[in-house]
């Protein structure tokens, strides 16, 4: 019986990579009102999953998990907390823990996020990441696609929803939203590229990061762009200082010079 809730938990986490996607035109804000429902469900159920297990006597892994040392963890709390004490101050407590049903965020989401993370920890172990990481790269592609057929209907001959040149919605409903989400499609497909030279699939995670990347132009957010670009000088950056191949080394000395040649030749 532990064995099945484990699975279950995993399975009903991996879900969660869908909440993206998830849109119903017939809802009080389609994009916004059934992707929250689904992933509060969803949290919600894998955390009864990990009580019922916690109270059998057979938890997850959470014992293996040193959470004093755990920053992530350390640093969503502070967020929450500081969410919590702004909550208290504000102008409306009850408005501040539940949201207005447009956002709907409020602290009862953020308590969600971080559960979320928390549930994440607990119930994945070596292989359960990188299947989770297959599952946000798959969802994001579908939102870029989804995006680029909304930008050229007469191409494909799909007529969606705002349809036609102009900043895709792609299933997000903003292209502020959707921005982040192909940022994140772009990272994680490259992540999963160069951790499977060699895999049968290696050819169609670099295909999925242009998807994703094209995608990202589409939307025309410059603080999107901006913030691409930032962290991926930041990851240059990183990489030339901790990296244990010179090699690698020096290829990420190579192009952060030219990302910054580039940027200079742009700033001119």
């Excluded at 959707?178 to 499977?196: D, E, H, P, Q, R």
């Excluded at 242009?210 to 990183?238: P, S």
């Amino acid at each position: 019986m532990a064995a099945i809730l484990h699975r279950l938990g995993r399975y009903l986490l991996y879900a969660t990579a869908l909440t993206p996607v998830i849109f119903i035109g017939s809802f009080y804000f389609p994009f916004i009102v059934p992707r929250t429902i689904y992933f509060r469900l969803i949290t919600g159920l894998v955390f009864i999953i990990f009580l019922i297990l916690w109270r059998r006597g057979s938890p997850p892994i959470a014992g293996r998990i040193n959470w004093k040392k755990n920053y992530a963890s350390l640093a969503i709390g502070l967020l929450l907390l500081s969410d919590l004490l702004s909550s208290v101050f504000g102008l409306s407590f009850i408005n501040s823990v539940f949201g207005d049903i447009e956002r709907s965020w409020g602290l009862y989401t953020l308590a969600h996020l971080y559960l979320f993370y928390f549930l994440l920890r607990v119930f994945f172990v070596g292989r359960d990441w990188k299947i989770f990481i297959h599952c946000l790269v798959g969802s994001a592609s579908a939102a870029a696609l989804y995006g680029i057929i909304q930008y050229y209907p007469k191409v494909f001959h799909i007529v969606l929803f705002q349809s036609g040149p102009g900043r895709i919605l792609s299933t997000l409903g903003n292209p502020a939203y959707a921005s982040i989400i192909f940022i994140f499609g772009v990272g994680w497909s490259l992540w999963l590229w160069f951790n499977n030279r060699a895999g049968r699939w290696r050819y169609v995670y670099p295909l999925l990061a242009v998807i994703n990347a094209f995608a990202l132009t589409l939307t025309d957010i410059r603080g999107a762009y901006l913030g691409f670009l930032a962290g991926l000088t930041l990851a240059l950056i990183i990489l030339i200082i901790t990296a244990s191949s010179l090699r690698l080394k020096r290829r990420s000395a190579g192009l952060l010079l030219l990302l910054l040649m580039a940027g200079a030749l742009v700033a001119a």
